[in-house]
C-alpha cells in the first residue's frame, strides 16, 4: 500500500544532542513537508520541499535543519539550536500539478519527541 | 496573505447531536481551495474534503455535511447525529494555487470530544 512512513513513533532526546526524524513515501509525490503541532496551536510548517535538493523554510525553522537527496525521502534534523524541541511532529506530501490543481495532502502518523 | 480561522478551540456534545465546526478564511485571490482533515488520537491527519472556490454547491457524505459559503468566506462542516468515533481534532485548510504552490495554510483546529 502506497503512504508516508514516519520513524520513530516515539523519541527521546536529551539535551544538547541532535537528531533525526525520519520521512519516507511511495507515493510518487513530488512535495513534502514538515509541520510542528503543539498543544493549542495547530499545525506549524517548518521546512517544505518541492523538488530534489531544494527545499525551503517554513514558519519555523530555525534549530532544524532538512534533506532532500531523494524524491521518497525528507528526514528532518532537530538540532541543539532548538531550544524548545518537545513536540509532535507531522510529515506531509503531495502531488504538484501543472495546471495548479490542489489536492492537499497525504500525512504520515507522526513522531513525538521529549526532551528529557 | 492567506488566512484561517477555526474560532472554536473546544466543543463538546453528547452523542447523537449535531455539531458544526466553523470556518472562516481570507484570502484575495478568487481560485482556491478549502479542505477539511480529521486528526483522531493515533495522530495521523486524515483528509476528508477538498472544495474549490467555483463550486458552492454543498456536499453530503454520510453523516458528514460542508456548507461552502463565499459570500461569508465559511466553509462549515456538520456531524450529525454524532457518535463517540467522531472525537477528534479537525483542521481547516486553504490553498492559492496562484501564490506559486505555497503550502497549504491550516488553522488551529477545533477539538470535539463526543460524549456517550
Known amino acids: 500500500d502506497g503512504g508516508i512512513t514516519q520513524s520513530p513513533k516515539y523519541l527521546f532526546r536529551k539535551e544538547g544532542q541532535n537528531v533525526t526524524l525520519s520521512c519516507e513515501q511511495n507515493?510518487?509525490?513530488?512535495?513534502m513537508y514538515w509541520y510542528r503541532q503543539d498543544p493549542g496551536q495547530g499545525l506549524r510548517l517548518i521546512y517544505y520541499?518541492?523538488?530534489?535538493?531544494?527545499?525551503q523554510k517554513g514558519d519555523i525553522a530555525e534549530g532544524y535543519s532538512v534533506s532532500r537527496e531523494k524524491k521518497e525521502s525528507f528526514p528532518l534534523t532537530v538540532t541543539s539550536a532548538q531550544k524548545n524541541p518537545t513536540a509532535f511532529y507531522l510529515c506531509?506530501?503531495?502531488?504538484?500539478?501543472?495546471?495548479?490543481?490542489?489536492?492537499?495532502?497525504?500525512f504520515g502518523s507522526g513522531t513525538r519527541l521529549t526532551v528529557v | 496573505a492567506q488566512k484561517v480561522t477555526q474560532a472554536q478551540t473546544e466543543i463538546s456534545v453528547v452523542e447523537k447531536e449535531d455539531v458544526t465546526l466553523d470556518c472562516v478564511y481570507e484570502?484575495?485571490?478568487?481560485?482556491?481551495?478549502l479542505f477539511w482533515y480529521k486528526q483522531p488520537p493515533s495522530g495521523e491527519l486524515v483528509f476528508l474534503i477538498r472544495?474549490?472556490?467555483?463550486?458552492?454547491q454543498n456536499e453530503i457524505s454520510g453523516r458528514y455535511s460542508w456548507n461552502f459559503q463565499k459570500s461569508t468566506s465559511s466553509f462549515n462542516f456538520t456531524i450529525t447525529a454524532s457518535q463517540v468515533v467522531d472525537s477528534a481534532v479537525y483542521f481547516c485548510?486553504?490553498?492559492?494555487?496562484?501564490?506559486?504552490?505555497?503550502?497549504?495554510?491550516f488553522g488551529k483546529g477545533t477539538r470535539l470530544s463526543v460524549i456517550a
Open positions: 506531509a506530501s503531495s502531488i504538484i500539478d501543472p495546471t495548479g490543481d490542489q489536492y492537499g495532502y497525504t
Open positions: 507515493l510518487n509525490h513530488d512535495a
Open positions: 520541499s518541492q523538488i530534489v535538493n531544494d527545499f
Open positions: 484570502t484575495r485571490d478568487t481560485t482556491y481551495y
Open positions: 472544495r474549490n472556490s467555483f463550486d458552492e
Open positions: 485548510a486553504l490553498s492559492v494555487p496562484n501564490s506559486g504552490n505555497t503550502p497549504l495554510v
